[in-house]
Structures are given as C-alpha cells and as structure tokens.
C-alpha cells in the first residue's frame, strides 16, 4: 500500500474512532434493524457492530476479515442512523469503514473488474449491456406478464430462484437524445441524473419523469454519457471506482449553474446528497466545492415537483372506479432524506389511484442493493414481512421512488404469485397528466 494511501486510510481509522464513541449501547437500534428482527443477532445489529469496530486499528491486524464479513451483513437501511437517540451516523461509518477494509485488505480480482474494469468506465458499461439485452432470452424465461417478471432458465448460482426484471429492450440513453433546454412558464431548469436502474431497467420511469417535467414548463439539462452514482463500488470497499465515477459526472454537471440536479431514483439522490460529500474530503479543494454545490442542490424528482413546481390535479375517470394504490417508503428517501409527503402528493394528485396506507410503509424491503446478491434468503425473509404489509391492505398496485426496491417487490410478489402492480411515483402521476391531456 502507498505512503499516501496508508496516509488516508489512518485519518478515515482516527475520524472512525471519534465518531464510534459517540454510541451508548442503548440498544435502540435492535428494535428498528429488519436483519436483527429476522437473526436476532446481536453482531447483525448496529450496536454489536460499532463494538466491533471500536479500536478498528486493532481489530485490523487481528481479525480484518471477521470484521468485513460482520460489515457486509448490513442492508445499509438508515433505519438505525433514524432512531439513534445519540445522533450517531451509522451509514457514514459503515461506509467509511468498508472502505478502510478494503483499503487494507485489497479488493478480490472480481470486484476490480466489476467496478474499475466496467462500472467506473460508463461507455463501456452501456456497450456491454446492449449485448445482454440482446442474450439475455437465452438464460431467462417470463414467468409473470402483468410483473413483467423473469426467472433463470438454467440452474444457476448467479440467478438463483430470483424473479427478476430484464433489460429493457431499449436503454434510456439509447431512447432520449442528450437535451439542453430552456425554462418555460416555471423560470427553473434542472440537470437530470437517470441513475443505471432506470436507463437499464425501467426506462419507462426516465421518459416519465422526463415528460411530467416539460409538462410543467422545467427546462432540462440530460448530458450523454452520464454513469452509476457510485454506490454499489463504495457499498463494496473499492473507493477508487467511487472517486472515478464522482469526477466523470463532475465533468458533466458539477460546473453548471442549474437551479436542481433532480433524480427519480433515491438511491442515487442520497448518494449524491450526503455521500459523495463525505467520501471526498481528500479532493482537491476546487472540486470539494463542486461536489458541496451539487450534493446541496441534488432533489428527489417528487420532491421538486411538490415543493418547487407544484402538482396539478386532473379530472378522475368517468365511470371507472380507481385503482387502490399503496405507497412503499424507500430508506434512502425517507430515513436518509427525510422524504415521505412528497410522494404521498404527487399519488394524492392522481386521481385514477386511491391511496391507502399499509402497514409499515417505511420498513426496509430487503434489498439493500449488495445485500441481496449476497445475503438473498435473508433478503427474501425480511421482505416477506414487507410483502404480507402489501397484501393485507388490499392494494391492486404499489408505488415506490426506488428502482432498487421496485426489483424487489417484483421478485416478492411475483414469487407468491400476486397480482400486485410495481409503479413508480412519478409513473402514476404521469399517467395522469397523459388522462387529462386527453380530455
């Protein structure tokens, strides 16, 4: 390891040590943490793990990978962060100590290859999965038409039993030209950050959000090339993809003047908003300051709408009864941003949908994005009780504001076999802005 990189990796061990002390083994923690309530283990708990990391210099040369195996059983939901009485700042120090672990320990070959080889290369990565939307019939089969939903063909330690989405047939970037366009009737223009889910996965979402803000009169910046927010490399250690990715998409937005930087998905929004501050302090100065300018500015697109736009209100259906809708709180939305009314108005704003609340809206799904590919039966356990929530209230749809859990939900409910509907927000306010042009 460099002089220099031993150099960080001992501040990053010294600021771990002073924020570590702040946590009073209260135990808060075990009662919000979804993993605790399916293991009830007290090293999958916050708690237990913040012991271990207490003297984490130490625990490096005893037990260093004990200490990443513990870290890596961790959806990284906030719920703890949320509840602590002590304001201790639990994600911040998770991801900061996964990093310190990685640092010491190195990366395996293939998390070099997966974030630095393709990840923190975006042209690369877009080629590269074009060619799997093109394959991917070979090794999945449709199992759920109304979910959209696939499963493994062959036996497959990758795959597994999931029921999952496929590549669209056509990515966002491939679909919407890059645009620069100027504010209408608002006086607000915004840079879009799409995020790789919804230009890979549900494009649908990018052209909605796109459409609901033109509707509004919000002029839009979308640059080409745009890549991963950067938190599946920093969720698994490899800091140096994290940095590429940040400085690429600095490249692009982080010298503009635009009112917002708007996202629909609110992993990416709270990437942005909090850790890309956090995880950049050894930038140059310069860029210290774009980074501050960006994170300060970057919304989750249900927020601007409802707090910087305001939302319109159509015409119901003539004679159709509305569709019960739920809502699913994203953590990265509500427990790391503080977002829940937001959605809520732009579904309220909807009026083909009927809102209900279901029990536990806020709790985690069970994803937790690395989580679930490495932990899937304790990702799918936790889920179930998300699931059963989802079914009692009697919903004929769900809406979320994170790709990530909207992958989820469809792989619960397609493997139970319910006829639930997967949306995004921003999916269900569009359509009825699309009705009510069409009156």
């Not at 010491?104 to 799997?132: E, I, T, V």
């Not at 909605?208 to 250690?237: K, M, T």
């Not at 629909?264 to 995880?279: D, E, F, G, H, I």
């Amino acid at each position: 390891m460099s002089r220099s990189n031993l150099t960080a990796l001992a501040r990053l061990v010294r600021e771990l040590d002073d924020q570590i002390a702040a946590c009073m083994r209260c135990g808060m923690c075990q009662a919000v943490c979804p993993l605790f309530a399916e293991t009830g283990r007290e090293a999958d708990v916050a708690r237990g793990k913040l012991a271990l990391l207490d003297g984490l210099a130490r625990e490096l040369l005893s037990r260093p990978q004990g200490v990443q195996d513990r870290l890596s059983r961790c959806l990284l939901c906030g719920s703890c962060a949320a509840h602590c009485p002590s304001g201790v700042k639990v994600l911040d120090i998770f991801i900061q100590a996964r990093a310190i672990l990685a640092g010491y320990l190195g990366l395996p070959p293939w998390k070099r290859l997966l974030f630095r080889g393709l990840l923190a290369r975006p042209g690369l990565f877009h080629r590269l999965l074009s060619w799997g939307t093109r394959f991917q019939g070979i090794f999945i089969r449709p199992v759920d038409d109304l979910l959209g939903s696939s499963c493994s063909r062959f036996l497959s330690p990758l795959l597994g039993e999931r029921h999952l989405k496929p590549l669209a047939p056509q990515p966002l970037h491939r679909s919407v030209p890059a645009r620069d366009t100027a504010p209408g009737a608002t006086g607000l223009k915004v840079a879009f950050f799409v995020g790789c889910l919804i230009d890979k996965v549900f494009p649908q979402v990018g052209h909605d959000a796109l459409a609901v803000l033109e509707h509004h009169a919000v002029g839009v910046y979308l640059p080409p090339e745009q890549g991963c927010c950067g938190i599946p490399a920093l969720s698994g250690g490899d800091t140096e993809a994290f940095h590429r990715l940040v400085r690429h998409h600095l490249a692009l937005f982080g010298s503009r003047s635009d009112d917002y930087l708007v996202t629909a998905c609110a992993t990416c929004a709270a990437t942005l908003r909090k850790l890309w501050p956090l995880m950049t302090q050894d930038h140059p100065e310069g860029e210290r300051q774009e980074i501050a300018r960006l994170a300060a500015r970057t919304l989750d697109v249900s927020q601007f709408l409802a707090e910087h736009v305001g939302l319109e209100t159509t015409r119901p259906p003539d004679g159709t009864e509305p569709v019960l809708l739920t809502y699913h709180d994203p953590c990265h939305l509500k427990k790391s941003l503080g977002v829940a009314a937001a959605p809520r108005a732009l579904l309220q704003a909807s009026p083909g949908y009927q809102l209900i609340e279901m029990a536990e809206a806020d709790r985690c799904c069970g994803c937790g994005g690395s989580f679930t590919l490495q932990h899937y039966e304790l990702s799918q356990a936790i889920g179930g009780r998300k699931r059963e929530n989802l079914l009692k209230s009697g919903a004929q749809a769900v809406a979320t504001g994170c790709p990530a859990c909207m992958l989820q939900l469809t792989d619960l409910l397609s493997q139970a076999g319910a006829r639930v509907q997967v949306k995004h927000t921003v999916e269900i306010y569009a359509e009825a802005l699309r009705r009510g042009r069409s009156r």
